[in-house]
C-alpha cells in the first residue's frame, strides 16, 4: 500500500495520545494520594 | 444523625488494608499486559490486508470503548447500591471510577476518529458509534461536576447517584436515538467500526492482553482513588474533632 | 399551588419567538437548505426555552420555605413535583406549541411536515418539563446552579431532540416511519412521568434533611 507509512504515523499518533491519558490519569490518582497521605499523617501528628 | 456525621471507621479500614496488597499487584498486572499488548500488536502482527496496519488501533480503541461503557454501568450499581444500602464505599468507588471513564471515552474517541480519518477523510464523523461515545462523555462530564458541587458527601453522592440512574436510562436512550438520527430505523450498523468482531485469530490474542491490561488498570486506579477518598475524609472527620 | 402561570407563559413564548428570529439571521438565507433548518431549530429553542425557565421551579420555593411545608403536607412530594412539570409544560410548551403554526412560515414548512413538528411537540415536550424538574431537583440548592442544571440536562433531552426533528422533514415516504417516531416519543414522555417525579422527590429530600 502507497500509504503505508501515513497509516504508521496515525497508530502511533493514537498509542501515544492513548499513553498521554493513561499517564496523565495514573500520575494525577497517584499525586493526589501522595499529597492526601502526607496531609493526614501530618493531621494524626497534630491531634496527638 | 447529624449531617456532618463522622466517619465510621469499620468497612473503610478493611477496605484499606485490602488496597494496600491489591494495588501494587493490579499495578504490576496492569503494566505487563498493557505494554505485551500494545507491542505485540503493534510489531509483530500482520497488516490486514484491507486496512493496512490501520486495524492495530483496535489494541486501544478496543479496550477502551469496552471500558468507557462498563466503568458507566459498575458506576450504575454503585450508584444503585449507595441509594439502597448506603455503604459509603459504594459511592465513593463510582465517583473514584468516573474520572477513568471519562478518560477511557477519550481514548476510545481520538482512536476512533484516528481510525477514522483514511477511511473517511475526516477526524470527525457523525456515525452513530463515536456520537454516541461523545454523548457518554457528556454524562461522565455532568457526574463529575455535580461531585464537585457540593460539600456534605452525603449529600453529594445521592445527587450524583440519582444523576447516575437516571442518566444511565437516558444515555442508553440516546444510543438508540443517535442511530436513528443517523441511519433511520431498522437499518443495522454499517461502518467498519465494528469489524472488530471479525478480526482473525492473530489479532485476538494481543488484544486480549490489552483488554486485560486496560481491566486491570482500571482497577489499580479505583484503588488508589478510592483510598484517597477514605483518607481525605478521615482528614474532615479530624478536622472537624478539633474544630468543636 | 402558587404557581402564576400567565407571567412565565408570556415571557417563555416572547423568548422562543426572539430567539428563532434573531437565530434564523445566523443562517445563511441563500442556502438551498434554509428552510430545512426550521423545524430543527424550533425543536432546539423549545428545547432552551423549557430549560432556561425552569431553573426556579423549586429554587423559589426553597428560598421563601415553603419547601419544607409541601414536604409535611398529606399530598406525596411526588405528585407535588409532578404536577409542578406539568403546569410548567402548560405555560411554557403549550404556548410554543399553539404558536408554531405562525412560525412555520418564516420557514415555509409545508403543511404535512406542520402536523407532524407539532404532535412531535406536544407528545415530547412533556418529557422536557419533566426531565426539567429532575434538573430542578438536584441542583436547586448548589451554588451557580443556573449555569449547573443545563449543563447536566441537556444530554438528557438528546433522545427527545432527535426524534422530535429526524421525523419531520420526510425523506421518508412510508406512515409507518412517522408513527414510530412518535410512538417514540410518546413512550420517552411516559416514561420520564412516571419515573421522574420519584427521582426527583429523592433529590428534593436528600437535599432538605
Known amino acids: 500500500m502507497s500509504h503505508l507509512g501515513e497509516h504508521h504515523f496515525t497508530i502511533i499518533a493514537s498509542y501515544s495520545f492513548t499513553l498521554l491519558v493513561l499517564v496523565t490519569v495514573i500520575a494525577q490518582s497517584y499525586f493526589k494520594s501522595r499529597k492526601i497521605r502526607r496531609l493526614l499523617e501530618k493531621q494524626i501528628d497534630e491531634k496527638k | 444523625m447529624t449531617k456532618n456525621s463522622i466517619w465510621e471507621f469499620s468497612n473503610p479500614l478493611k477496605f484499606k488494608k485490602l488496597a494496600g496488597i491489591l494495588i501494587p499487584i493490579f499495578g504490576i498486572i496492569a503494566f505487563v499486559c498493557v505494554i505485551t499488548g500494545l507491542s505485540w500488536g503493534f510489531f509483530y502482527t500482520p497488516d490486514d490486508y484491507k486496512q493496512g496496519p490501520l486495524v492495530k488501533i483496535i489494541y486501544v480503541h478496543v479496550p477502551s470503548a469496552f471500558l468507557a ?55 470527525w464523523v457523525w456515525d452513530p458509534r463515536l456520537t454516541a461515545f461523545a454523548i457518554l462523555t457528556l454524562f461522565y462530564i455532568g457526574y463529575i461536576i455535580l461531585w464537585t458541587a457540593e460539600d456534605e458527601p452525603d449529600k453529594a453522592a445521592d445527587l450524583t447517584s440519582i444523576l447516575c440512574l437516571v442518566g444511565s436510562v437516558f444515555a442508553l436512550l440516546s444510543r438508540y436515538a443517535v442511530l436513528f438520527w443517523n441511519q433511520g430505523l431498522h437499518q443495522g450498523a454499517s461502518l467498519s467500526l465494528d469489524k472488530e468482531k471479525n478480526v482473525a485469530d492473530v489479532f485476538y490474542q494481543p488484544l486480549l492482553f490489552s483488554i486485560i491490561g486496560f481491566v486491570f488498570l482500571f482497577l489499580f486506579l479505583l484503588l488508589i482513588r478510592m483510598r484517597t477518598e477514605i483518607w481525605t475524609r478521615q482528614i474532615n472527620a479530624i478536622q472537624q474533632k478539633l474544630g468543636k | ?66 419547601l419544607d411545608l409541601l414536604l409535611i403536607s398529606p399530598i406525596p412530594l411526588e405528585l407535588v413535583l409532578a404536577l409542578k412539570a406539568f ?53 436547586f440548592s448548589l451554588r451557580r446552579s443556573s449555569i449547573l442544571m443545563p449543563i447536566l440536562i441537556m444530554p438528557f433531552y438528546i433522545p427527545t431532540l432527535v426524534f422530535g426533528v429526524k421525523i419531520v422533514n420526510f425523506t421518508e415516504n412510508t406512515n409507518e416511519y412517522h408513527i414510530n417516531g412518535l410512538l417514540i416519543l410518546l413512550a420517552i414522555t411516559l416514561l420520564s412521568m412516571s419515573v421522574l417525579p420519584f427521582a426527583a422527590a429523592m433529590g428534593v429530600k436528600s437535599c432538605l434533611k
Not at chain 3, 437548505?33 to 426556579?56: E, Q
Not at chain 3, 402548560?90 to 404532535?119: H, M, R
Open chain 3, 1 to 66: 399551588m402558587s404557581f402564576t402561570a400567565n407571567g412565565t407563559a408570556i415571557l417563555g413564548l416572547v423568548f422562543f419567538i426572539t430567539v428563532i428570529f434573531v437565530s434564523a439571521l445566523g443562517f445563511d438565507i441563500n442556502s438551498t437548505d434554509f428552510n430545512l433548518i426550521g423545524p430543527s431549530l424550533i425543536w432546539v429553542t423549545a428545547l432552551l426555552s423549557v430549560l432556561l425557565s425552569a431553573k426556579n421551579l423549586i429554587q423559589d420555593d426553597f428560598r421563601d420555605g415553603s
Open chain 2, 69 to 123: 461503557i462498563n466503568i458507566y454501568l459498575m458506576m450504575f450499581l454503585a450508584s444503585l447500591i449507595w441509594l439502597i444500602r448506603r455503604h459509603h464505599l459504594s459511592a465513593l468507588a463510582a465517583k473514584a471510577a468516573a474520572p477513568v471513564g471519562l478518560a477511557m471515552t477519550f481514548i476510545a474517541i481520538v482512536s476512533g476518529a484516528f481510525w477514522g480519518k483514511p477511511t473517511w477523510g475526516t477526524y
Open chain 3, 87 to 139: 403546569a410548567h409544560w402548560i405555560s411554557i410548551s403549550l404556548p410554543i406549541i399553539l404558536i408554531c403554526p405562525v412560525i412555520s412560515v418564516l420557514f415555509t414548512i409545508p403543511f404535512d411536515n406542520l402536523i407532524i413538528l407539532i404532535i412531535g411537540l406536544f407528545l415530547g415536550t412533556p418529557a422536557l418539563s419533566f426531565i426539567a424538574i429532575l434538573g430542578a431537583s438536584l441542583t
